[in-house]
């Protein structure tokens, strides 16, 4: 069956908004250092230039910065959230289709809703655990610099305080930190469900309901805590090899009738 996903759309704008707050992060922080030493251009019209620049991209990484964390991520989340119980329960709470976003065989009921987020789960968090491994050593690089220039006696104050607030600052760090935390929830998360999958925990008593909706509410808090978008690149790598193993977790839970499908879930 070909996966179709119709709130792909809702994804695009944050990726692209995204890299163009990661370029604008990345501009003010050159700018800061020009600014820095703009005593010695030799043309003031250029110093005043760069002063402005500088001034812009830094207004601008804000507003987009708060336009995605605020507009475009909870719009997106949203769509995703209802997609979820459409799919649980069987009742059309938006018009986008999907198609093979999920891969086990239950129908609507809480239980489809338990499986849906252990399949959540289980895919976020290989794919934070793969990405995760980027951002530390990217930080772990900075931070080496940041080390560097503190021990080196003829880095100027000024220039160290420049190199300081751009090293923790929230492009940085709290991205690993939000990445690292959206990967441990995730993780427990999944524990939890498949430990519950696995003893046939009684569903449709209310302990089994209740468990449920926790885990469901703990799915979505998680990821409104992290506001961060996984990688639709290291979710096409991992893909198929995910898949595979969620088909056998399948059979080990005894949802035996899940149908291998390289192309059963979508990155979110």
Sequence with gaps: MERVDGLERYYKPIESAEKYASALFWASAVLSVVVLYSQSIPWESFRDATTILFTISVVLHLI????VKFHLVPIAEGKRRKQLLSNAFGVPLIPEQTQAYYNNPLGPSIQKLGANILENSFFAKAVCGKMVVRERVKVLTYFTL???AIYWRTTPLDLLIIITQTVFSGEIITRLICLEMLRYRNE????ELYNEFLHKI??????GISCILDAFASYEAAKAAASLKQSTRVFDDLNPSLTEEWNEICIKLEMSSCIPNEK?????
């Design 264 to 268: 059963a879930r979508g990155g979110a």
């Design 146 to 148: 940041w080390l560097f």
């Design 202 to 207: 009684d569903f449709q008593s209310p302990a």
């Design 188 to 191: 427990d998360l999944y524990e």
């Design 64 to 67: 987009l910065t708060l336009f």
